[in-house]
Structure formats: structure tokens, C-alpha cells
């Protein structure tokens, strides 16, 4: 059996640091920016950047339809900070005009732990990738402010101002962290992905 094909859309955000991370986990990463690419793929990671301007790219490179339909029929997709809000059905702090992937019956808050300046750190526990809690790096971070019944909390903050607030779920085949784990040396985040895709 072939491993996984795991793409990271590549229009704007980290995209390099994800592949890298896939490549560890067992599956092959490709970047995707184009509709060809998009539909050669097995699962897709939506990296961290600013989530306005991923959208437009998206509509300007006639994208987001594809994705959408695609995630509709089932295509896994992982979202990282920006990725979460654009897997989110509704955002809150948003511009009037911002769009999104959707998918995920979530309510998000854009910045919601404040300025990059305020970026942090965080042990998050997330007992689903293992016992150990995960080393969360948190950048102009959103968190989940409301979920749906199908949507399953997978990590909340420790701690803090900010404590208890929903920063890891899950939803079928849409998984969202509101921190970045490839910039961390641990990949239980990427592989549980990848177990998620060849599932």
C-alpha cells in the first residue's frame, strides 16, 4: 500500500514546516496551489497565515469551490490557527467581507488570545494523540467560542486568562488546532492526521 498523499495548500502561511512534518509521519507531502493538484491528493493541511488572505487566494486561484465540494465528498482536511478559522462555519472578529472553506459546525473568534506580541506557549492536553501533554505554540491564535453535537473537543487550554478555552476539535474527517504544532519537534499532531487520512 502506497503511503498517504498529504497536501498543504501553499497560496500564503508556513507551508515548508508542515511538509517537513509530514514527510516524518510516514506520508508523502505535496504543496498545493493549483485545481490539479488539489485533486490529486489524499488529505490537505491548511497551514497558519492570515486567514483573509488565504480565502481571497483561494477565490482568485478557483480553489475554493473544488475544496469545498471536495470536503464535501469526504476529503480529510487538517487546520492549523488560520486553517481552523477557515474550516469554521461561523467566525466572530472578522471582516464583513472574510469567507471561509466551512465545514466544520464551529464558531471561531479571530486573535482571540490577543496581538502577536501576546503569542505563548501552552501544555495543552490532548489525550487522543497520546498522555503526554503537547508543547502548543499559540501566534495571533483563535479558539472555538461554540461547537455543534458532532463536533468532539479535543484539547483545551491549561491555565491561565485563557483557561478551558477549546483550542483542539474534531469533526468526522475536519480536524482544527487553533496553536501551531510544526513548530515543535512533536509529531503526534501530523501523525494523528495522517492516521485520520489513511483511515
Known sequence: MRPPIIGVLALQGDAREHLRRIASSGATGVAVRRRAELDAIDGLILP????????????RFELMEPLRARIRAGLPVYGSCAGMILLADRILDAPADQDTIGG?????????FGRQVESF???????????CSFAAVFIRAPWVEQSGPDVEV????SGGAADGKVVAVRQGGLLATSFHPELTDDGRIHSFFVDMVRG
Open 121 to 131: 506557549e501552552n501544555e495543552v492536553p490532548i489525550p487522543a494523540v497520546g498522555q
Open 154 to 157: 479535543l484539547g483545551r487550554v
Open 104 to 112: 466544520m459546525d464551529v464558531t471561531v473568534r479571530r486573535n482571540a
Open 48 to 59: 497558519g497565515g492570515e486567514s483573509t488572505t488565504i480565502a481571497k487566494l483561494l477565490n
